[in-house]
């Protein structure tokens, strides 16, 4: 009988380790199954798409210059970004709704006047209000605040977006012309309407630790330079019309949001904007795109002039 007893404690002690070895190997296997996938840097620019309410239509822009609200990414971020990417809140990346990925910007923060170079590599923002998503590691550059928004500035560098998005895959080739000899001038780009110009040169202010992931491809210095605070008034930008008789009708449409109807020129020719505000906060901001996305405009941003 003693020896019965032995037998069954061994048997038991052996299944319990037989458990406890396939439950290590099911945890393993599932640990395999959760890697990170390898990275795989591409050319994307994709089809159009539906997101927030609004249809999206990506199109290369390499002069791209325009303000907005900037938020911070979330920290449930797939690993991967849109071109493919390794994703970490420790690189100087930024998501668009609809440039070419990759694209090189500058990015500047006209509340604190910080800039910054950004590789922008995401598709997509949390919002139709929101013009980019940043890092944590731009947010603490440009001294945003984590959990809230900025206005900022994004201004895309054809250059070196160009250089950028031929050394991935999927690339598509680029027509390049050498200039004439003694026609090369250099010219410094106006601010966005509405944001004022700072004379006299920025100056870097920092040059702190280098980007925590990802290989010398994908890389922009980490440097912050330090210009004037340039902040603004939130302004909802609607549409443009070439008729002044479709904007009233916008303007109608949108009567309870007390939208204003401005002229535009390019050159000689003048168009017609509607635009909304100046709103006192980042609330109603929100809440204006939402109300006129609603109402069927969905061009609705937000703006900083």
């Given amino acids: 009988m003693a020896q019965q007893r032995q037998a069954w404690r061994f048997g038991a002690w052996a299944g319990g380790i037989g458990v406890a070895l396939l439950a290590c190997a099911a945890t393993a296997w599932l640990a395999g199954c959760q890697r990170t996938p390898p990275a795989n840097p591409h050319y994307e620019l994709g089809p159009p798409y539906q997101y927030g309410g609004v249809w999206w239509y990506p199109q290369e822009s390499y002069d791209l210059d325009e303000t907005g609200l900037a938020e911070v990414f979330p920290d449930d971020h797939p690993p991967l970004t849109t071109d493919g990417e390794v994703f970490s809140q420790g690189a100087l990346a930024a998501a668009h709704a609809t440039l070419q990925l990759p694209a090189i910007a500058r990015l500047t923060d006209l509340e604190t006047g910080r800039s910054v170079l950004v590789r922008i590599n995401d598709r997509g923002t949390p919002t139709p209000a929101?013009?980019?998503?940043?890092?944590?590691?731009?947010?603490?550059?440009?001294?945003?605040?984590?959990?809230?928004?900025?206005?900022?500035?994004?201004?895309?560098?054809?250059?070196?977006?160009?250089?950028?998005?031929?050394?991935?895959?999927?690339?598509?080739?680029?027509?390049?012309?050498?200039?004439?000899?003694?026609?090369?001038?250099?010219?410094?780009?106006?601010?966005?309407?509405?944001?004022?110009?700072?004379?006299?040169?920025?100056?870097?202010?920092?040059?702190?630790?280098?980007?925590?992931?990802?290989?010398?491809?994908?890389?922009?210095?980490?440097?912050?330079?330090?210009?004037?605070?340039?902040?603004?008034?939130?302004?909802?930008?609607?549409?443009?019309?070439?008729?002044?008789?479709?904007?009233?009708?916008?303007?109608?449409?949108?009567?309870?949001?007390?939208?204003?109807?401005?002229?535009?020129?390019?050159?000689?020719?003048?168009?017609?904007?509607?635009?909304?505000?100046?709103?006192?906060?980042?609330?109603?901001?929100?809440?204006?795109?939402?109300?006129?996305?609603?109402a069927g405009v969905p061009d609705a941003r937000v703006v900083v002039e």
């Fill in 130 to 294: 929101r013009l980019v998503q940043v890092t944590r590691r731009i947010a603490d550059l440009l001294g945003m605040a984590r959990d809230g928004v900025a206005q900022v500035r994004l201004h895309v560098l054809s250059g070196p977006s160009q250089a950028a998005a031929q050394l991935v895959q999927g690339a598509p080739a680029l027509a390049i012309a050498a200039a004439p000899r003694g026609a090369v001038a250099s010219a410094s780009l106006p601010p966005p309407p509405g944001v004022r110009q700072e004379s006299g040169n920025a100056v870097a202010v920092a040059a702190a630790r280098p980007e925590a992931a990802g290989s010398a491809s994908d890389r922009v210095p980490e440097i912050v330079t330090q210009g004037r605070p340039q902040p603004g008034r939130l302004w909802v930008r609607l549409d443009t019309f070439q008729s002044y008789q479709y904007a009233a009708v916008e303007q109608a449409r949108l009567a309870g949001l007390s939208p204003r109807i401005e002229p535009v020129f390019q050159g000689r020719e003048e168009s017609f904007r509607v635009m909304i505000g100046p709103l006192g906060s980042v609330a109603a901001a929100d809440a204006a795109v939402e109300q006129a996305i609603r």
